[in-house]
């Protein structure tokens, strides 16, 4: 009998855009980000409710109903959809990247690194049990409890949990499938790029060592970072000129 051929497991980026606050620039520039930094073939599906703009090699996708109360707070809940029993029929390990991360260095390990559900690491309180949730990666369709127990629980987890990364890491931690990517490779702008008072007067941010998606949260986002812009008064930085150079597409 002949050698039965393997098949690749397929591979999937997502993410995912609502609203206004992000144009199809974020989405286009992640996908050229990807492929320049993922070796073989992937797919990119971004959840959205306005495809306008986005590039054809996207998989541009409706976001699944949340049917969540008229008038909350957002909190990134909508991210949940992803961990929907059937996402549209997809199959395989989904990486899910915030659209605006900006990748510097190879994806490949994301996807070979072992461990049922893998998220980063809290920044801020590194000894709480809590992921950020800009860089998670999971099997389509292998965690559908996450999504069941959030529709039938909803008032009792908005009370308990701040967001839906708070929930998503307590809720796979008992369970005991909750890991965390290496600490080098995630890191945050805000907290490792940024160099401390005073020398971020006369020192611009700069690409951590091991850095391989760096993490936009809280005031500044990408085209903030590059103009040297923050959010926040009395926080100067100066451009972070590298960030046009992985930025684009």
């Known amino acids: 009998m002949g050698a039965t051929a393997t098949v690749a497991p397929q591979r999937h980026v997502i993410c995912m855009k609502w609203g206004q606050k992000y144009g199809p620039e974020y989405v286009n520039r992640l996908y050229a980000m990807v492929r320049r930094h993922l070796s073989g073939d992937f797919n990119l599906v971004c959840l959205t409710d306005d495809s306008a703009g986005i590039r054809s090699e996207v998989q541009c996708l409706p976001i699944p109903p949340l049917d969540l109360p008229a008038g909350i707070p957002e909190r990134g809940w909508n991210k949940l959809a992803s961990f929907s029993a059937d996402l549209y029929g997809l199959r395989g390990t989904a990486l899910f990247l915030d659209v605006d991360v900006v990748i510097t260095g190879s994806l490949d390990d994301f996807f070979t690194q072992p461990g049922d ?13 809590i992921g950020n949730s800009s860089v998670y990666r999971f099997e389509l369709g292998a965690h559908p409890d996450v999504l069941a127990y959030f529709r039938g629980h909803f008032a009792e987890i908005r009370k308990k949990f701040r967001n839906e990364q708070a929930y998503l890491s307590d809720f796979l931690h008992r369970q005991g499938k909750l890991a965390y990517w290496p600490k080098e490779w995630c890191p945050s702008f805000k907290y490792d790029s940024i160099p401390r ?8 941010p700069f690409i951590p060592n091991g850095a391989r998606i760096v993490i936009f949260h809280g005031e500044c986002n990408p085209p903030d970072a590059l103009a040297g812009r923050r959010n926040r008064r009395f926080r100067f930085i100066k451009p972070a000129t590298w960030v046009a150079e992985h930025w684009c597409e």
């Open 197 to 204: 008072w005073p020398s971020n007067y006369w020192t611009a």
């Open 117 to 129: 559900f893998l998220i980063i690491h809290d920044y801020k309180r590194p000894w709480r049990i």
